[in-house]
């Protein structure tokens, strides 16, 4: 869609913003109504004039892989921003360290949030 909207901008005047803003959902009991749920929003994405021109100008080829490039742009984008805490109580400790982690009237870039969050489970023997 963001795409097709760019492409019907008239191609000697500068491309209207639009921008992407990813969401990173998770649930922790999903099979239960009105179950907790974590809601992430990432940092806005945008697309290149590059990817635009292409898509504009391209082939059905042409299309087809600037398609997949705003796709693997948002998959990012959602994969940067969505915790992957294995119950409620674990969501909070993460929450509670990067309040504790962050200076006082600063903010975390997406990345370091995710960062922060992300533990690697190291199999028991």
Not at 5 to 13: G, N, S, T, Y
Not at 14 to 38: C, D, E, M, Q
Not at 55 to 76: F, H, M, P, Q
Not at 79 to 104: E, G, I, S
Request: proline fraction near 6%; hydrophobic fraction near 45%; charged fraction near 25%.
């Amino acid at each position: 869609m963001v795409l097709g909207a760019l492409a019907k901008a008239p191609a000697d005047e500068r491309l209207p913003v639009i921008s992407i803003v990813p969401v990173g959902l998770n649930y922790f009991a999903p099979h239960k109504f009105r179950s907790t749920v974590s809601v992430d929003f990432g940092d806005p994405i945008q697309v290149s004039e590059d990817i635009v021109k292409k898509y504009r100008t391209g082939s059905k080829e042409d299309r087809a892989e600037c398609n997949k490039a705003v796709i693997d742009l948002v998959l990012n984008g959602v994969n940067a921003c969505t915790l992957q805490a294995k119950d409620v109580q674990t969501l909070h400790l993460f929450r509670a360290l990067r309040r504790l982690f962050v200076p006082k009237g600063q903010r975390l870039s997406v990345a370091h949030n995710v960062a922060l969050t992300q533990v690697k489970m190291e199999p028991r023997v």
